[in-house]
């Protein structure tokens, strides 16, 4: 794994640039604008899923000679990528992608999640979840554990993993965690996230800006087609932190250009304050899940180091303990 010198660490951001301001007002008045004045329904659903494919692969970025094997196993889909040099070990990543339980794929974040294999020296295998309006809740919940316990049945104990996700994949990332909350062997070592999507009523997200590529109501929208008809109050939906002293190390993620500013403050409040640990990371003038679109947001790499160092710290720390506990 490679581990950044605290020395060569980058800073986040104190303020934002004109580049980035000019990305999200170009942003909010062609894809924000689009996404607006699409009607609900199925056919909105496949022009979204053009669009943001179209955009993450326009505006991602593959390192060269990235290696990409597919999983294809009964009620598993997904797979593995690793960056140039990276090997498979005793260690591996786990990823779990975003856009309101309805969009995205592992091949829309594959350039995401091949640049953090590379900023961590980590295998990442990335999980095809069901997708909703096809498949309500719980499928996606299902998948997004069943690729966990198939990790590790491939010989990864927990302290081996790190799990990864952004939006939505953050709050199915919590939920697994949450759900097991009472089996220490099952959590890894640390938790990465993008801009997570904690407030699936999208109440949180109402009281900050507008979103300049989606409006909270559509996001809503979206979501509820995965969890509509089901108790907003349920457990697994409306996640409680109150034993969040139990979970890895959280790292947030999030954009001071985004309406989840306010999901992942609430996310690291809530941990902090159950005897937790989430460290909060703002990135001034940044969009939702900035760190997939380094074309548009030359800053990801340095949050992606940033997340590598977090990682690479973890498990540093569980090498400590474990010592410890063999002198002792």
């Not at 969890?227 to 349920?234: A, I, N, Q, R, S």
């Not at 710290?313 to 410890?324: D, P």
Request: glycine share 8%; charged share 20%; hydrophobic share 45%.
């Amino acid at each position: 794994m490679n581990e950044t010198e605290p020395s060569d660490l980058p800073d986040v951001p104190t303020s934002t640039n004109l580049r980035a301001a000019s990305a999200a007002a170009v942003t909010r008045w062609t894809v924000g604008l689009l996404s607006d004045l699409m009607p609900a329904g199925r056919p909105a659903v496949w022009v979204d899923r053009g669009i943001v494919a179209t955009v993450m692969s326009a505006l991602g970025s593959t390192p060269d000679g990235t290696r990409v094997i597919p999983v294809r196993e009964k009620h598993l889909r997904g797979e593995w990528v690793l960056a140039p040099g990276v090997e498979f070990g005793e260690r591996a990543g786990y990823y779990i992608h975003g856009s309101a339980y309805v969009i995205c794929s592992a091949r829309t974040h594959r350039k995401l999640v091949a640049r953090l294999s590379e900023a961590t020296g980590l295998p990442i295998f990335s999980v095809d979840y069901r997708l909703a309006p096809e498949h309500r809740f719980p499928a996606a919940a299902e998948d997004v554990e069943a690729g966990y316990r198939w990790l590790q049945g491939q010989g990864y104990a927990g302290s081996d993993l790190m799990i990864a996700g952004d939006s939505a994949g953050g709050h199915l990332a919590l939920d697994l965690l949450l759900a097991h909350i009472d089996e220490p062997q099952f959590q890894p070592a640390a938790v990465v996230l993008f801009s997570p999507l904690i407030d699936l009523t999208l109440g949180l997200a109402e009281q900050m800006v507008r979103e300049p590529a989606m409006s909270a109501d559509t996001a809503r929208r979206l979501v509820e087609l995965y969890c509509g008809g089901t108790d907003p109050d349920h457990p697994r939906l409306r996640l409680d932190f109150t034993r969040a002293a139990d979970l890895p190390p959280l790292l947030v993620q999030v954009g001071g250009y985004e309406m989840l500013r306010a999901d992942a403050r609430h996310l690291a409040a809530a941990v902090n304050r159950s005897g937790g640990s989430c460290v909060l990371e703002e990135w001034p003038g940044m969009m939702h899940v900035f760190q997939a679109l380094p074309r548009l947001a030359p800053e990801s790499a340095d949050a992606l180091r940033r997340a590598a160092d977090f990682v690479a710290g973890a498990y540093a720390t569980n090498e400590r303990a474990a010592s410890l506990v063999r002198i002792g």
